[in-house]
């Protein structure tokens, strides 16, 4: 299965963008790149996805490099209530033609005042 | 709409004993996952339902591990003879089959953490 690798920890001062890095070299052409972020005690939420062009929404944006083996998601202006743990995931289709999701461990994101 | 529910959202138990954790998706989400999530690790796949059927047990770490779903709604996740290993905050989703672009986004249920002792 498709891997995703991710750095433990980054800080980020509140008002500035954070730039959160994702490699994901072993990706197929049919294999999305999903990004959900966790909350201290809550379940995951979605915050984006894409397969190669860049993508925007309220929330965020996701850049995906020309390759494919690498994206990076953006907090344009980050704020406090950003600081969780940031998956970035792979979506595969298994050979019974279902959606699987590969996490990663994830980044650490704080938010500094 | 409610959310994902499960239950219960603390569950302690001894070592051998079987424990049942419990997944109410979204009504009329297709689709259910389950994960794990050991401390500090991030989240690993169990089992994926479409309807009542798991067409990807993949991810079920021994045969100790099963799961169900019946009449398309609630999952639930059996752990015979538990492990202290089996320690971790057990995750569901579930993903509703439309063509609506929700159609890719995962609802994360608040978990279970299981203790075993």
């Known amino acids: 299965d498709a891997k995703t690798t991710q750095p433990p920890s980054m800080d980020c001062a509140e008002g500035r963008a954070a730039n959160l890095p994702c490699n994901h070299s072993t990706i197929s052409g049919n294999e999305y790149v999903y990004w959900y972020r966790q909350i201290h005690s809550q379940g995951p939420q979605y915050i984006i996805h894409?397969?190669?062009n860049n993508e925007t929404n309220e929330m965020a944006s996701l850049i995906i490099t020309e390759d494919r083996k690498s994206s990076t998601l953006i907090l344009p202006h980050a704020t406090l209530r950003d600081t969780a743990v940031y998956y970035c995931i792979v979506r595969l289709i298994t050979t019974s033609g279902t959606y699987k999701y590969i996490f990663g461990t994830g980044t650490r994101l704080k938010v500094l005042a | 709409g409610a959310g994902v529910s499960q239950s219960p959202s603390n569950k302690v138990t001894e070592k051998g004993k079987d424990v049942e954790l419990r997944c109410d998706p979204i009504s009329g989400h297709t689709a259910l996952y389950w994960y794990r999530q050991s401390l500090g690790q991030g989240l690993e796949f169990l089992i994926y339902?479409?309807?009542?059927?798991?067409?990807?047990k993949s991810g079920l770490p021994s045969d100790r591990f099963s799961a169900e779903r019946t009449g398309g709604s609630v999952s639930t996740l059996t752990i015979q003879r538990t492990q202290q290993e089996d320690s971790a905050v057990y995750l569901c989703?579930?993903?509703?089959?439309?063509?609506?672009?929700?159609?890719?986004?995962?609802?994360f249920g608040p978990g279970t953490r299981l203790t075993v002792l």
């Open positions: 989703a579930s993903r509703p089959r439309t063509d609506r672009k929700s159609y890719n986004e995962q609802f």
């Open positions: 894409g397969l190669k």
């Open positions: 339902f479409q309807g009542n059927s798991a067409p990807d």
